[in-house]
Nanobody
Framework: QVQLAESGGGSVQPGASLVLSCVASGRSFKTYAMGWFRQPPGKGREFVAAISWLGGGTYYAKSTKGQFTVSRDNAKNTLYLQMNNLKSEDTAVYYC?????????????????WGQGTQVTVSS
């Protein structure tokens, strides 16, 4: 199975931007649709965005559409999440994951392989 490693998190002020990366190794990255999830402090894991195998199709949570942009570069085995205008409520550990069962939407059970996560903290 594919191994995933997130990076790019950090502590920022409200209104700042960050780009998260997820590098895949092992099984072919091109085989999978991918998703981003996040887990705020004291809360459960929630869906952020998903992208198809070739990057031509994307799907966003209602709370993040227009603020975040998901993309991928299969030549580099890398998934990205561009995060703009960050707010305190965006504070969470962000995870990338592979989607095993379509449709690759907000349903947690459809995602099988997970990275270790990267912390994003937004505070003034």
């Amino acid at each position: 199975q594919v191994q995933l490693a997130e990076s790019g998190g950090g502590s920022v002020q409200p209104g700042a931007s960050l780009v998260l990366s997820c590098v895949a190794s092992g099984r072919s990255f091109k085989t999978y649709a991918m998703g981003w999830f996040r887990q705020p402090p004291g809360k459960g894991r929630e869906f952020v965005a998903a992208i198809s195998w070739l990057g031509g199709g994307t799907y966003y949570a209602k709370s993040t559409k227009g603020q975040f942009t998901v993309s991928r570069d299969n030549a580099k085995n890398t998934l990205y999440l561009q995060m703009n205008n960050l707010k305190s409520e965006d504070t969470a550990v962000y995870y990338c994951a592979t989607c095993q069962t379509s449709p690759c939407d907000e349903t947690l059970a459809r995602y099988t392989n997970w990275g270790q996560g990267t912390q994003v903290t937004v505070s003034s």
